[in-house]
Nanobody, 124 residues
Framework: VQLQASGGGLVQAGGSLRLSCAAS????????MGWFRQAPGKEREFLAS????????YYANSVKGRFTISRDNAKKTVYLQMNSLKPEDTAVYYC??????????????????WGQGTQVTVSS
């Protein structure tokens, strides 16, 4: 199983980025997908989760209204559209896949596979 995250970079506050995570080696449509982030010295933080068909989503309060998670099962890819970025959004962003039975997963322990991370830096 491989999850390849991309799309990170340097952006000014108020700007936007779109992260992508391409999956291989798994039946993508059978997995709940999620995005997390980890800033230096902090715990890995849940951001968003999307159900198998993409019809149910859930967000952390810190990103609700600014970030949007979506998926394309034909392309085996999950996305995270990030708008109105703030300096406190600076972190390494990770995608993850959960083979569990619930439509949404919000904790690290629920996820079975992780991508390698992509750095997002927001300048003030």
């Amino acid at each position: 199983v491989q999850l390849q995250a991309s799309g990170g970079g340097l952006v000014q506050a108020g700007g936007s980025l779109r992260l992508s995570c391409a999956a291989s080696g798994l039946t993508f449509s059978s997995y709940v997908m999620g995005w997390f982030r980890q800033a230096p010295g902090k715990e890995r933080e849940f951001l968003a989760s999307v159900s198998w068909r993409g019809d149910t989503t859930y967000y952390a309060n810190s990103v609700k209204g600014r970030f949007t998670i979506s998926r394309d099962n034909a392309k085996k890819t999950v996305y995270l559209q990030m708008n109105s970025l703030k300096p406190e959004d600076t972190a390494v962003y990770y995608c993850a896949a959960d083979r569990g039975v619930r439509a949404i997963a919000t904790t690290k322990d629920e996820y079975d596979h992780w991508g390698q991370g992509t750095q997002v830096t927001v300048s003030s």
